[in-house]
């Protein structure tokens, strides 16, 4: 798969211009599916999920002019023949994932067979936040929130680095450079803490990053480096 993992969405120019090069065509003429389901494990998430579908939301994603857009819940894929959503997940340019609680999502991405199918996908995936995240080995303790049955805080792996979203967000205190330093100082791979204005577009393992803001990629040497000159 292709992908474009962002913050918050479709923010700017250079992002939309990522976006359009990776479908291979304009916004206008390409399929999408959305996914709403991260939302769902948040307070208020219903209402969250609507904003996201029906475009009333901040984080630009649904709302860009799609030739055609459909919802795709995937608590309910279990109990769905798969010849009724498998053909259409295969025919779509584009899925939207939306953010939220990044362990359920991924918990739900498992259980509903999507994850196994994501490799063999021509779409591109477009994740928001959570969505973004759960492409990662894991996510790290302190984006633990809700809690799959089997614990820890692994996520589907499709990408070999981390991301801490929402970098220095006005709302989100706890987002801040020196906790994103920490949170990369616990992981064994590569990290990018990431801005609003800012996405990683991934093709065959290539990570390229989109901003019109700001960001700081963290390796693991880079961690011990800084900790080692601390002391």
Known sequence: MKFLLTSAGIKNTSIHNALVDLLGKPVAESSALCIPTA?????????????????????????????SLGVLELTALPSIDEKHWVPMVQEADVLL????????LCYWMRQSGLADRLPSLRAVYVGLSAGSMIMAPRIGESFVGWTPPTGG?????????????????????????????????????????????????????????VSE???????????????????
């Not at 939302?39 to 799609?66: H, K, Q, V």
């Not at 994932?97 to 359920?104: A, K």
């Not at 990629?217 to 800084?226: G, L, M, N």
Request: hydrophobic share 40%; glycine share 10%.
């Open 153 to 209: 805080d692994e996520t589907l792996g499709l990408v070999d680095f981390a991301m801490f979203p929402h970098l220095d967000h006005e709302m989100l205190p706890d987002n801040s450079m020196t906790h994103a330093e920490r949170w990369a100082a616990g992981m064994q791979v590569p990290g990018y803490a990431i801005d609003d204005q800012t996405a990683l577009k991934v093709i065959d393992g290539a990570v390229e990053v």
């Open 97 to 104: 994932v939306n953010g939220g609680d990044p362990l359920y």
């Open 39 to 67: 939302s769902y494990a948040l307070p208020g998430g219903a209402a969250l999920a609507w904003r996201f579908i029906s475009g009333n939301d901040e984080c630009t994603m649904c709302e860009l002019g799609w030739k």
């Open 213 to 231: 803001g700001h960001w700081k990629r963290f390796t693991p040497q880079t961690i011990k480096e800084q900790s080692n000159h601390r002391t």
